[in-house]
């Protein structure tokens, strides 16, 4: 049973692209949540997708936007890089309807993204 | 609004030494309570969570109790082995939060031989 799996390992990017990132969930799973991790840092809430729709965001700029596809695959997007976009972003899936398992989410390895 | 606060790091302990590491929270509500694992270059593991207040989380020889009287959920284990280090993260997670998670800033556990 193959878990939450995160493409690419690591990106180099310069400022002001932008890149997409990919999150396939832990088979079963219906939920996907993106967090950023700063070098040192706790993770941070970006926005969680279900049924194809983003239901709760964090405090992050727009320039920060996702999707899910019916696969509940998941995107993560980022527009205008900023150097302190720099960071490992993480990917985690859950169950909506598992009880309280609902509260088990399950990371993937995440996306090193370099920033010049 | 809701935050964690980990006690400052890095720690380095000898081998068998006893682990704490503090997490104290704020919260509205009755949040859910985690500890996470973060081994060199992979995800996050969940090592053990506690639901309400007085729940005892335990997984691998690791303990945390749910102490809402003093907003608190430490991290202990007895005896810490090489394979424990990595970096931990107290987290919680406020009911009816679509389960979004709120992260300590991660305490570095190095264990020497």
């Known amino acids: 049973d193959a878990g939450v799996t995160q493409s690419p390992t690591h990106l180099i990017k310069t400022r002001g692209q932008q890149v997409t990132l990919r999150c396939s969930p832990k088979?079963?799973?219906?939920?996907v949540s993106w967090y950023q991790q700063a070098l040192g840092q706790g993770p941070q809430f970006i926005f969680q997708?279900?049924?194809?729709?983003?239901?709760q965001r964090g405090n992050f700029p727009d320039r920060f936007s996702g999707h899910q596809f019916p696969n509940y695959s998941s995107e993560l997007n980022v527009n205008a890089l900023l150097l302190g976009d720099s960071a490992l972003y993480l990917c985690a899936s859950s169950f909506e309807w598992s009880g309280i398992q609902r509260e088990k989410l399950f990371f993937g390895s995440g996306t090193q993204l370099s920033v010049l | 609004g809701n935050s964690v606060t980990q006690m400052e790091g890095p720690v380095t302990l000898s081998e068998e030494a006893f682990l704490t590491i503090n997490c104290t929270y704020t919260?509205?509500?009755?949040?859910?309570l985690f500890w996470y694992v973060q081994y060199p270059g992979e995800g996050l593991q969940l090592l053990l969570k506690?639901?309400?207040?007085?729940d005892k989380g335990s997984n691998k020889g690791f303990e945390a109790t749910y102490r809402k009287e003093t907003t608190s959920f430490h991290l202990e284990k007895g005896s810490v082995q090489v394979s424990d280090s990595a970096v931990y993260f107290c987290a919680l997670m406020r009911s009816g939060s679509a389960r979004q998670l709120t992260f300590g800033s991660g305490t570095q556990l190095t264990v020497l031989p």
């Open positions: 088979s079963g799973h219906d939920t």
């Open positions: 919260a509205t509500g009755y949040p859910s």
């Open positions: 997708y279900y049924e194809e729709e983003e239901r």
């Open positions: 506690a639901t309400k207040a007085d």
